[in-house]
């Protein structure tokens, strides 16, 4: 798979040249590519808003012509969504004039950066800057990582892929790899940069805003499908043996699905928003006007979050409504979702970015109460239901109703259900339970299980903003080890994938090799 991905990223990169395509042009073109994506989407645009003058015109046209090959070096093992906790130091040495990047531990090694693992010959590479002992906190370094020659990585330099992920392809195309820095150098001349501190938000809002409208677009892929194929299925009700009835007709189908299709509009319409928001900001930036940044900034990881969850759920929604064909990988969902899902974590993890941009979002203190969390279900069940029967009166027959009201009727059979398990852990809890603790656990579940339910469906509870993690199935994972023993075994794993097997890869002298040499005077790039 990374093999072909290799090979149509190459052929691409052809294409692109002798169409002679715009900017906006290629970026259509290899939006399909996920290989170079980083290179592109991160590499670039972090050199573009964070890099001084003289940075950019050393680094910028060597980019744009694919002479070198870029990612973006941020997350470590030990620290994802804590940028201020990474580890990875670059250390100024005053007598040779260089940056020394090292990786001190275990949990410092670059871990999850696109196109890391195979393929790229320099990245943005974030550590501390140490100059005189003196921490300077975190700051991008542009690092070379293989040679020119042949692709081997520099003396001091460990990489390699971190292994299989999910979906059938999707990211499984891609080499996210993990690097570690022995005490590695390069020249330089430390220069106190002259970009504002502020054009670091410059670069997350633009890519932010791009997977803002990127949600849309996946989010149409899976709506197209789903309305297509419900219009195509009949199930059930066919009368003196006419035809059975398109599931699209059913309430319950459209009551899913209908919402999924406006949600992928008002999508467009909110990226349409994000990418006119961050024009703006970039032309005020240009004039040294930072004041409207701050709230692109939280717009836009706002949005981030709530809309690459909800595309998500959409998605799974979707391949649900397709039943059982939907399952399979031919209905071309399973592998959008899994293509889309690390959307949800990559650029901020979602419930982090949420806890950011609204600070002001009450706490969920109040619900730990097991009489308040079960006033709130029993008033929620007994609303709707009462309204549901209300509806159903109101229609000419009962029959009538409780097809035309189905959608109506589930919910009140959902909030029902969930009103009576809800009450019955509370009431298992009032009793005797067996165990040092057991009890003090069981109560937490219980209010992890309420608190889950009251935050989904928030809007019937009019509830607070509490946020409720999800909890994974831990067995025989490296992530969920008994012993806790994750970092070394989620490490030693990495090695074991096949395209570890050879550090340059197989594929380099067909694909990367030609791409990094050619001479690229055709290009309107
Ligand atoms: C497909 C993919 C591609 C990626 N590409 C890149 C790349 O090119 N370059 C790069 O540098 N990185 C990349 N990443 C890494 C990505 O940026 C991180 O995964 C992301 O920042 C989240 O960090 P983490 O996974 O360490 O999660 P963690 O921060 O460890 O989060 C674990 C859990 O803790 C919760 N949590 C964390 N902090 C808080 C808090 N303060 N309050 C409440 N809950 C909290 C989170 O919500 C989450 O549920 C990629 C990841 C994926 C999946």
């Not at 692109?16 to 290179?39: C, K, N, P, W």
């Not at 959307?343 to 706490?363: P, R, W």
């Amino acid at each position: 798979m990374y093999k072909n991905t290799l090979r149509k990223a190459a052929h691409v990169w052809k294409r692109i040249i002798e169409l002679r395509l715009s900017e906006q042009e290629a970026f259509m073109l290899r939006f399909y590519v996920t290989f170079t994506d980083l290179h592109w989407g991160m590499f670039i645009p972090a050199i573009k808003g964070q890099g001084t003058e003289q940075q950019q015109q050393k680094w910028l046209p060597l980019a744009y012509k694919m002479q070198i090959i870029g990612c973006y070096a941020q997350t470590e093992l030990g620290h994802g969504s804590n940028v201020q906790g990474l580890e990875t130091t670059a250390t100024f040495d005053r007598k040779s004039d260089e940056f020394i990047i090292n990786s001190p531990t275990l949990t410092s090694r670059k871990w999850w950066p696109g196109g890391l693992g195979k393929a790229s010959t320099h990245g943005v590479v974030y550590a501390r800057l140490l100059v005189d002992e003196k921490d300077h906190g975190v700051n991008g370094f542009i690092v070379q990582l293989q040679s020119f020659d042949d692709h081997s990585p520099l003396p001091g330099i460990t990489v390699a892929d971190i292994g299989m992920k999910f979906g059938n392809g999707a990211y499984k195309t891609m080499d996210n790899g993990v690097i570690r820095f022995n005490h590695v150098t390069r020249e330089g001349k430390y220069v106190q940069s002259d970009v504002p501190r502020q054009l670091f938000y410059g670069t997350m809002v633009y890519v932010r805003q791009t997977i803002v409208a990127n949600a849309s677009c996946a989010l149409s892929r899976a709506v197209c499908i789903t309305t297509r194929y419900s219009a195509v299925r009949r199930q059930f009700g066919s009368q003196d043996g006419g035809p059975e009835t398109q599931v699209i007709d059913y309430k319950t189908q459209q009551n899913k699905l209908f919402p999924l299709v406006a949600t992928a509009y008002a999508y467009r319409f909110i990226g349409e928003w994000l990418k006119w928001l961050y024009t703006d900001a970039t032309q005020r930036l240009q004039a040294s006007d930072f004041s409207t940044l701050p709230k692109a900034h939280a717009c836009t990881a706002d949005l981030k979050s709530l809309t690459t969850s909800s595309t998500a759920d959409a998605i799974e929604e979707c391949r649900k409504l397709c039943s059982s064909h939907g399952y399979l990988c031919s209905s071309g969902i399973p592998e959008l979702f899994a293509v889309y899902v690390p959307a949800c974590t990559y650029e901020g993890d979602n419930v982090v970015l949420l806890l950011q941009c609204c600070s002001d979002v009450q706490q969920a203190e109040d619900w730990l109460n097991p009489s308040a969390i079960l006033e709130a279900f029993e008033s929620r069940a007994a609303r709707i239901s009462v309204a549901c029967a209300r509806n159903i009166n109101k229609m000419p027959s009962q029959e009538e109703g409780f097809d035309e009201l189905s959608s109506d009727l589930v919910e009140t059979a959902v909030a029902h259900c969930q009103l009576i398990i809800v009450s019955k852990f509370i009431q298992k809890l009032k009793q005797d339970i067996p165990g040092k603790g057991v009890k003090e656990q069981l109560q937490i579940l219980c209010n992890i299980y309420a608190l889950f339910l009251l935050h989904k469906h928030q809007g019937e509870f009019l509830a607070t903003g509490a946020i409720i993690l999800k909890q994974a199935s831990l067995a025989s994972s490296v992530l969920g080890r008994y012993d806790g023993n994750v970092y070394p075994n989620l490490y030693a794993k990495a090695w074991e994938e096949l395209l570890n097997d050879t550090v340059v890869p197989d594929d380099y002298r067909e694909y990367i090799r030609p791409m990094l040499k050619q001479q690229l005077r055709t290009a309107r790039l």
